[in-house]
């Protein structure tokens, strides 16, 4: 009869382990698809620049000292027909700007992007400009798009004399659908024979389990993971419909992806970022302030009446030294940094306080979690 309690016993504690043990990773893990957190190899934007002229400009563009946006003006002139020496030209109601773009992927010709304008000189404002015909080059100096019109800022500037109300940033400016793409830039996806899929964090969990759910939708053994960030596909064309219909297929499949025990800090502005899933190991944390306060006044040594002497000034330095009582912060084995956090901000930690003493616990072995300092 006492074995049989025993083995009731054992099974019941074996059964609440693996139940605990079941919510926990259900707890730490969460489902999401794989096109939220994958990209396709060779299937990306593209950063496009050029350098162009915003003109019509109401007195406030570029001043005289400003010498490349005149003779980028001089220049413009020569070309249309007009023969005037930079020396010359005497105008503020232009101004000198980079123009930036984003070439999105499978862009065509005759497709429209936005843009933005950044003005490089010293103009004081881009309202009511328009850029003149610029074209937009990649890294390889080859010209994918050329972009004109007027800008839109969403901001003013008004006043004058010292009394001047700026709503927003008056010399960056944007144009919306303001290039047009000229070259063909896109990926032939009918000549790719294998098709890679790049995780946005590597993992090699996570890279196994998108290779299992492919293999399970398609059937086959198609897919397979090549390490932590990359998982190769072969013959995505054999399906019908070719890629394009293979990528819709296996793009809603959902996995288990699990938090990353990781702290990001920025030790300039005292932010702390946590993830859910890390804990800190048993640890003891001992906390005091020390400040010192040195202040300086000056007196006025001045010499009795009918005394020889002059009259000068004398510094009296004081030096305060004040010292808190140190406060002890003691954590279990387990301990998650948000219950850290919480016992610091109780005893008056500061935000750098805290960021300081993170640093500490990780070098000291007890924080488990990667620790990252912006």
């Not at 004109?148 to 500037?157: D, F, I, N, R």
Request: charged share 15%; glycine share 10%; proline share 4%.
């Amino acid at each position: 009869m006492t074995s049989w309690r025993h083995i009731f016993f054992w099974v019941l504690l074996t059964s609440l382990f693996w139940t605990t043990r079941g919510r926990a990773e259900n707890e730490s893990s969460q489902s999401v698809r794989i096109k939220d957190i994958t990209t396709i190899e060779g299937i990306r934007d593209n950063p496009i620049m050029g350098y162009g002229v915003v003109v019509g400009l109401s007195r406030t563009g570029d001043s005289q000292q400003t010498i490349f946006s005149i003779q980028t003006l001089a220049n413009l002139l020569q070309r249309m027909g007009l023969q005037i020496p930079a020396a010359s030209v005497r105008v503020n109601n232009i101004a000198a700007v980079f123009v930036t773009a984003t070439l999105p992927p499978f862009a065509r010709p005759g497709m429209k992007i936005d843009v933005t304008v950044s003005s490089i000189g010293d103009a004081k404002s881009l309202a009511g400009g328009i850029l003149l015909m610029t074209p937009l080059k990649s890294s390889s100096g080859s010209v994918y798009a050329v972009a004109q019109g007027p800008l839109t800022l969403g901001g003013y500037s008004a006043g004058g004399a010292g009394n001047t109300k700026v709503v927003n940033h008056l010399t960056v400016g944007r144009i919306p659908q303001g290039a047009s793409v000229e070259q063909d830039d896109s990926v032939a996806l009918a000549t790719m024979n294998t098709l890679s899929l790049l995780l946005r964090d590597p993992d090699f969990d996570v890279a196994t389990d998108i290779a299992s759910a492919i293999n399970k939708e398609m059937g086959g053994n198609v897919a397979h993971a090549v390490d932590s960030r990359r998982v190769e596909i072969s013959s995505p064309n054999a399906s019908s419909g070719g890629i394009p219909t293979f990528m819709a297929r296996i793009n809603p499949l959902e996995i288990h992806v699990h938090a990353p025990a990781k702290v990001v800090v920025n030790e300039r502005t005292g932010t702390i970022v946590m993830g859910g899933a890390t804990t800190i190991g048993a640890c003891s944390v001992l906390q005091g302030n020390l400040a010192i306060e040195i202040s300086t006044k000056y007196e006025v040594s001045q010499p009795q009446a009918l005394a020889k002497g002059d009259t000068v000034v004398v510094p009296q330095t004081e030096v305060q030294a004040t010292e808190k009582t140190p406060q002890l912060i003691q954590l279990k084995q387990g301990a998650t940094v948000e219950d850290l956090v919480r016992g610091l901000q109780n005893m008056g930690a500061t935000a750098r306080d805290i960021v300081s003493i993170l640093q500490a616990i990780k070098a000291a072995g007890a924080l488990e979690a990667d620790l990252e300092v912006l």
